[in-house]
Every structure is written in C-alpha cells, then in structure tokens.
C-alpha cells in the first residue's frame, strides 16, 4: 500500500490550503483516516482524524478552520484550511489504516509529508 500526498506549500497568513493523500496498491478496506503534523523538535500531533463511519475529531488548536473529508470511491482523505497561521508551519503526514485482506488486521500506513508554510 502507498499513500500519495499533495497540496502542500507557501502561503501568506488567512490564505487557504488543500491537502490530498490517496492510497493505492492492495486494499480491501480503509478505517480511520487522518491528518498528523511534526514542526522539528517537536512530536508529531494529530490534526483531524475521520472514522469509515464519517466521524471527525480536530485538535482544538485547529477547530473552526480545519476540515477533513475523505472519498470511499476514490480511496483518498482531504485537509481543507483556512485562515492559516504562521504557528500551522508544520510538515503534514497523512496516515490511513488499512485491510488488505478480509482476515487481517487493519494495519497503519503514513505518507511521506508534504511541507506546509504559512508567512505573516
């Protein structure tokens, strides 16, 4: 399984941003699917996370500005935000849990980060 992202770069603060990441490869089914950030020297922080079921969860720092959205048909999981800060700096790891067969374990997989920039 490979997890594609897209959508990151530089942007000026209150400017808006959408990130992609797409799985391909073996996949029967996908559970949770999330966005995660990591500035350097500091530990990587969940951003939005959505249930196969549809539910969200945000972290507060990001609630109002955020949202996560994700196609079931296109296998991909979307970040759209909004009046970015300088502080949402970050590189952007999209994780996704997958099944690859009926009688496996859903099992984690992580993009490779795509950089997100926000000037003031």
């Known amino acids: 399984v490979q997890l594609a992202e897209s959508g990151g770069g530089l942007v000026q603060a209150g400017g808006s941003l959408r990130l992609s990441c797409a799985a391909s490869?073996?996949?029967?089914?996908?559970?949770?699917m999330g966005w995660y950030r990591q500035d350097p020297g500091k530990q990587r922080e969940l951003v939005a996370a959505?249930?196969?079921?549809?539910?969200?969860n945000y972290a507060d720092s990001v609630k109002g500005r955020f949202t996560i959205s994700r196609d079931g048909a296109k296998n991909t999981v979307y970040l759209e935000m909004i009046s970015l800060k300088p502080e949402d700096t970050a590189v952007y790891y999209c994780?996704?849990?997958?099944?690859?067969?009926?009688?496996?374990?859903?099992?984690?997989?992580w993009g490779r980060g795509t950089q997100v920039t926000v000037s003031s």
């Open positions: 994780n996704i849990q997958v099944r690859t067969r009926t009688w496996d374990p859903p099992r984690d997989y």
């Open positions: 490869g073996t996949i029967f089914s996908l559970n949770s």
């Open positions: 959505i249930t196969g079921g549809g539910s969200t």
